[in-house]
């Protein structure tokens, strides 16, 4: 905090507010007085907050009203050079808030160039997409990164530039226009914690460019690492100890928080905040509707904390959040936060980010299919899944990434299971070692200390499908088809964006021929980024096959998502069925209540119509899955793996 007084912070932003704006007027004179009104009164609503976020950030620095200017002259270029059709997104948007948490988003996350070569061959499976109902498409990153070792896309050399093995920027253009006529979001990641060494800015820093430098953490020798580093956590300790890459070409340590060639950006200076604020802008004109904030966790540092989820880190995206509602409002940003829960929530806000991840879900999930019981989920559910009602979850059973066990460790003892312990039976049982497991995965970053891993695998192959047919286990293909679309229909209704994983949808196995490639043999998540299989994925209209049983059971659950009030919007209600196996919800709407009921277990499970009906449900219902009329008198039979949707008023 700067410790003015607020009534000395709103005369200053009234004052800069009303000496910056006929600067910026005649900087643009070209633009056309009814938008130049529309613009401003967008700035002056959005003026004061932004301008208290940057006075807490950079008011140390003597030049700060020079650094408000530049921020304000550079966000009104990217505005005035945003084509017009996204101008008529954003009007659009204005009118309808809360767009992205209807019940007609269904998202669907690729790599460009394993699901359809590159950009180009991107828009010829927008057919393919549309047939899924998908309304929002996320492309992991496909920006220029080093040759070799590029983090999968995420050490980033230029963000106005694409791989040129995928295409170019206007490819990319011209993809997210199509993708907004057929009605598909796109999402693109936005990478501002760190550049790969070989970005520019990296570049000029190497050559002892001081101002370039000073865009980076840099240090003479390991004084001020040293201190940093008793209580900052190395996130890949396997792959070098601490936070710290020493470079001798300029004779410094690099902050490099992933990897030694991703070098964390310096936040502190505002030129940096400036710089990358454009970029982000940049994106939005291209036609990005989402951004996925990568790595919100990290981007602050102080000495003395871990230089995780520090409240800097927060003002920084709610002042990027300003400058995107004065400049292109049709964009929102989606956090990735892998952190324990409670941090989680906190980047969860319509002045924050308006969507998130959700990886407790996602993680508990795998925990009710490994254990067959839902206490645990269910626990974490009633405690964690209320968040703002203008916010919406990211809901996904499986990602480009590893599986990390993200669950709080006082939610885990709170109904008595032991947090580390549990974690590694989690491990062992997704990577085949448990003796009660149907899962083939691979460890990713284990320690051998300890056994702690996260888990590489594609859903397929962790929900049990690759061992049976490996065995020829007719009962337990069945059983790993329907555990596969019951994680899918938690996901499609429990509240969010559902967020399919590309090849999820027919059923891809692991695969590991990634063991044979030099430069992947040693990141055991290429296991579950393999080419699409579009011979696999014609196997989707020839009933009776795998890929058919799941692709068909996906687009129901679309359909039914689609079609139903009670997905829209709406609130939900988790309930104790009285039964381990069985997750229960409730999504209410004026119009409609549908109750989910997700039966973990691999064998006929019976809830009591008792309890049914003492939750205000009638005898009488019928399952939107299956259109079956159900008669709950005294008990209800579920099958194996069995999703329900059940609709029929409460009394």
């Given at each position: ?180 006529n057929h009605g598909i979001s796109l ?266 891993a996260r888990v590489s695998g594609s ?193």
């Amino acid at each position: 905090m700067t410790g003015k007084p607020p009534e000395w912070i709103s005369r200053q932003s009234r004052s800069s507010f009303e000496r910056i704006l006929p600067r910026l007027r005649e900087r643009f004179p070209q633009v056309p007085e009814p938008e130049w009104e529309v613009f401003t009164a967008r700035m002056e609503q959005h003026f004061q907050p932004l301008f208290e976020l940057l006075h807490e950030l950079y008011s140390g620095h003597y030049d700060f009203f020079y650094h408000l200017e530049t921020i304000l002259v550079s966000a009104t270029r990217m505005w005035v050079e945003r084509p017009i059709e996204l101008k008529g997104l954003d009007a659009q948007r204005e009118n309808a808030p809360g767009w992205y948490r209807s019940n007609q988003m269904i998202g669907y996350i690729v790599y460009a160039d394993r699901f359809a070569g590159d950009l180009n061959g991107l828009r010829e499976k927008i057919p393919f997409l549309k047939e899924l109902g998908v309304t929002y498409l996320h492309i992991m990153p496909p920006f220029l990164s080093p040759d070799g070792d590029n983090d999968g896309g995420y050490a980033i050399s230029s963000y106005r530039e694409i791989d040129p093995a995928l295409g170019t920027m206007a490819d990319m253009n011209q993809l997210a226009s199509d993708l907004r006529n057929h009605g598909i979001s796109l999402c693109l990641d936005f990478i501002y914690n760190h550049t790969s060494d070989e970005h520019v800015w990296a570049q000029k820093a190497l050559e002892g460019d001081l101002e370039f430098q000073d865009y980076y953490r840099m240090y003479d020798d390991r004084t001020i690492p040293d201190q940093y580093e008793k209580t900052v956590n190395a996130v890949f300790p396997d792959e070098h100890p601490g936070c710290f890459t020493y470079r001798s070409r300029i004779r410094k340590w690099v902050w490099t928080t992933f990897k030694n060639y991703q070098w964390d950006l310096n936040y502190g200076n505002p030129v940096v905040f400036a710089k990358m604020a454009e970029e982000m802008l940049f994106l939005a004109n291209q036609g990005v509707e989402v951004l996925r904030l990568d790595a919100v966790a990290f981007v602050w540092k102080q000495l003395g904390t871990n230089c995780e989820n520090l409240p800097e880190a927060h003002k920084i995206i709610q002042a990027f959040n300003l400058l995107v509602r004065i400049t292109a409002p049709a964009l929102v940003f989606k956090s990735e936060a892998i952190v324990h829960p409670d941090e989680v929530a906190k980047y969860i806000d319509p002045g924050e980010c308006q969507l998130s991840y959700n990886p407790t879900l996602m993680a508990l999930l795998w925990n009710a299919a490994a254990t067959r019981k839902v206490e645990f989920l269910r626990h974490c559910m009633m405690k964690r899944f209320a968040i703002h009602p203008d916010c919406a979850w990211v809901n996904y059973i499986r990602c480009h990434d590893d599986i990390g066990w993200t669950y709080s460790n006082e939610d885990a003892e709170e109904i008595g299971i032991n947090a580390g312990d549990h974690r590694r039976f989690l491990v062992d049982f997704y990577t085949g070692k448990h003796p009660s497991s149907f899962a083939k995965g691979l460890p990713f970053q284990e320690n051998p200390l300890n056994g702690d891993a996260r888990v590489s695998g594609s859903l397929a192959s962790l929900a049990g499908l690759e061992k049976a047919l490996e065995m020829g286990d007719g009962a337990a293909a069945e059983i790993a088809v329907r555990r596969i679309l019951l994680m899918h229909g938690v996901i499609f209704t429990i509240g969010g964006i559902p967020l399919i994983y590309a090849g999820d949808s027919i059923g891809t196995l692991n695969d590991y021929s990634f063991r044979n490639d030099p430069e992947r043999f040693a990141d055991s998540r290429w296991v579950h980024r393999p080419l699409f299989d579009w011979e696999a994925a014609k196997k989707r209209l020839q009933p009776d096959t795998i890929e058919s049983q799941i692709f068909q059971g996906i687009l129901r659950l679309a359909q039914v998502r689609r079609n139903n009030a009670a997905f829209d919007r709406t609130e939900t209600e988790f309930i104790d069925t009285q039964n381990e196996h069985v997750l229960g919800y409730f999504r209410h709407h004026p119009d409609q209540t549908a109750l989910m009921l997700a039966n973990f277990s691999d064998h006929t499970t019976e809830l009591s119509g008792t309890r049914l009906r003492q939750l205000g449900l009638r005898r009488t219902l019928t399952d939107l899955m299956t259109g079956q009329v159900i008669t709950a008198s005294d008990t209800l039979s579920m099958e194996g793996c069995r999703f329900m949707v059940l609709v029929g008023g409460r009394r």
